[in-house]
């Protein structure tokens, strides 16, 4: 059983250069499968997640390397089918952008369902509803579902709520459709600007990215082309409540400030000093953690994929403080594990309620998805003794070196590998 030891180290100090987007990365990389040649991506972060990836490219022959330079490169040019392993496709959440981005050119796609963080209301029938409307249809198997259509065609489709990934899939759809597509109540996430970005780079027609209204004028094909990443805005906020957790100062660099504007001006609300220039943000986290409320929503709200990180930083903070996500409403598993270190903190329906400012002890604890890892590996920094994270798998799903990143700020942070079946026992068998 692989762990991450934490031990508490003191302030952390330094800069941290930011990887590209993780949830931008796996659109993009089904994306490129649109193409009629060669596609370069830079600034694909090395991540777990693209192990599947490469699975399901090498199934269906679509060559993906990485360069000596760190780029990846994609030729579609020789992809031989769209039936894809089950199994593969149900390893990651987003391998469902293989359907809108294999579904023009083959007329038939095959996939297992969804894989990834489980929090059970992940909006996957807003996907369904966006091929029908194009005049796909959909059916649904025990272990797969398979997608065809004889001809894709433009379509005015309104979401019933606001999803990014069902954003991106319609338009990666729509891309090679034939006719005009109207996507409504679209996301405005900056990764659905990215995909349509690089979809615009190889010649397709895409209006209003970044707005609530898309619009797409289908295209018999698209060209080859380079394009880079956005940088990764969660990565970058985890790292930024860093410093307020340890009461040091970190900087990352390499990342677009707007990305962050909800994030950042919550981490000036509770007191951590914030400095943002050309590419970069340094937080100062010298002062006194004020306690604070959280709402999770779609950007450009304070993102969901952050609170669970903030919430380490708020058992900081003297006083009550109180987290709620209507957005995934399940993703509270990281409380239980919290109180194994010591936290006073209650969830109540789709909030978690924190009394801050108690001492933390490290215990042995579970990750249970990527952010909650995260949230983990902040609270052990803070926790007097050691913390050991167990999933650590979920971790490598979403941060490229964090061991390594981390020590370079002076954290006390190692892997570890123990088969101990107390252990297992005493976390509820994981």
């Not at 609270?379 to 490598?396: K, Q």
Request: aromatic share 6%.
């Amino acid at each position: 059983m692989r762990y991450i030891q934490v031990e508490h180290a003191g302030a952390l100090y330094g800069s941290v250069t930011i990887p590209g987007s993780k949830n931008s990365s796996l659109a993009l990389l089904a994306a490129a499968c649109l193409a009629d040649d060669v596609v370069t991506l830079e600034g694909v972060p090395d991540i777990e997640d693209l192990k599947p990836i490469a699975g399901i490219a090498d199934h269906i022959g679509l060559a993906m390397r990485r360069l000596d330079n760190g780029d990846m490169e994609l030729d579609p040019r020789y992809i031989h089918g769209a039936a894809l392993d089950p199994g593969k496709a149900s390893a990651y959440r987003a391998s469902y952008y293989f359907v809108g981005a294999l579904l023009a050119k083959f007329g038939r796609v095959t996939l297992g369902y969804p894989g990834g963080d489980d929090f059970k209301s992940r909006p996957f029938e807003q996907h369904i509803k966006a091929f029908e409307a194009m005049g796909a249809k959909a059916t649904m198997h025990d272990d797969h579902y398979i997608v065809e259509a004889a001809e894709l065609r433009g379509a005015d489709i309104y979401f019933d709520m606001v999803t990014s990934g069902a954003t991106i899939n319609a338009m990666l759809a729509a891309v090679r459709a034939r006719g005009r597509t109207n996507l409504y109540h679209a996301s405005v996430d900056p990764e659905v600007v990215d995909t349509a970005a690089l979809l615009s780079q190889l010649g397709a027609r895409i209006y209003g990215a970044g707005t609530d209204h898309i619009r797409i004028e289908g295209v018999p094909y698209l060209n080859g082309g380079r394009h880079t990443v956005i940088p990764d805005r969660l990565v970058a906020g985890s790292y930024l409540m860093a410093a307020g957790i340890t009461g040091g100062r970190v900087t990352v660099n390499e990342v677009i400030p707007e990305h962050l504007g909800s994030c950042v001006a919550k981490l000036r609300e509770v007191g951590l000093g914030i400095e943002v220039g050309d590419g970069y943000i340094t937080a100062d986290g010298s002062g006194t953690i004020r306690a604070t409320r959280i709402r999770a929503a779609m950007y450009p709200g304070f993102a969901t994929d952050l609170q669970q990180p903030m919430t380490a930083l708020l058992l900081m903070a003297r006083g009550k403080s109180i987290v709620t996500d209507k957005v995934f409403p399940h993703r509270f598993n990281h409380v239980g594990q919290l109180r194994r270190l010591g936290a006073d903190i209650e969830q109540r329906k789709e909030s978690a309620f924190i009394r801050g400012g108690r001492p933390l002890t490290g215990d042995w604890v579970h990750a249970t998805d990527v952010r909650a890892g995260m949230c983990l590996v902040l609270a052990g920094l803070a926790a007097e003794g050691r913390t050991r994270i167990t999933g650590v798998e979920h971790l490598e799903r979403g941060y490229g070196d964090l061991i390594g990143t981390f020590r370079s700020l002076g954290a006390r942070i190692s892997l570890g590998d123990q088969e101990d079946e107390a252990v297992y026992r005493g976390l509820g068998g994981l």
